[in-house]
């Protein structure tokens, strides 16, 4: 909620809000505001506060997308909205589908989520140098968690954007995983480049900005390497995390209509069907929502769910 200005260079602030939206970073400098990444729909009213309060009446220029997942780009139909002569630039890979808004290959139906339609400018691509804000930042490409995410590195501040790659606490589900793609490979040579940068600073795409990047990538590679050993851990915990986003967003939900999303969810069908389909989709869904009981994520009351943040 609050921008985190303590250790950030003259210039940026990070609006966070939580985990269902992903963190936005806003530029500011040489006449030109820049905003990374727009958070979930439902927090759009919110973003547009803090970015005025930031802003001051003057305009936004650029919003850059790392990748195109619901919680960070699911603001920028409503920027667009508020600055007409706003640029809307996002990671490559998937300009075709943004222009025709295919659902599918956009991955908001398949994961059960909501994304209002936006329009893009153009495509950031990897290994060019942006001038943003008085500053040069470098685009680089972060496969794994998502195959088209790219991260942004500004080498005279030492800052990394890092999206959904680097975390403080590991890094985001690997989505490619999910659907037998392997991309456990990705996620450590996203790991290795990261580590190559030497960022000063690391703005991950939930959670605090923080300093201590060698510990955060040891324990991103133990994570990793925990999942490489235990691919079937891995597929449970995208499970989890796809009902926990949705909980969310609704923070309180009939049992029922839960059960009837998850047979819905293209995402979540799958999963079942392919790995744990020696039980049915309910009782996959219940020991699902069990182990997030247990770890305080939510609460079951009678026939209802709830988000316990
Ligand atoms: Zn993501």
Redesign the pocket.
Known sequence: MMPVSTQLPQGVHVFERGWLSSNSVLLQGDGQAVLVDSGYHTHAPLLLDLVHQQLQGRQLDVLLNT?L?S??CGGNAALAAHFPALQTWIAPGQAQAVAQWDAQGLHFASTGQHCPRFAADRTLQPGEHLALCGQSWEVHAAPG??PHSVVLFAPSTGVLVSA?ALWENGF?VVFPELEGEDAFDAVGATLDLIARLEPRLVIP?HGSPFVDVPSALARAYSRLDHFRRKPMSHLRYGLKVLVKFKLLELQTWPLAALYQWAANTPYICALHRQHFADMSLPDCIDGVLTELASAGALRLEGGLVRDMG
Do not use: A, I, L, Q
């Open positions: 990748h997942h919680d960070h968690h998502d959904d985001g795409g």
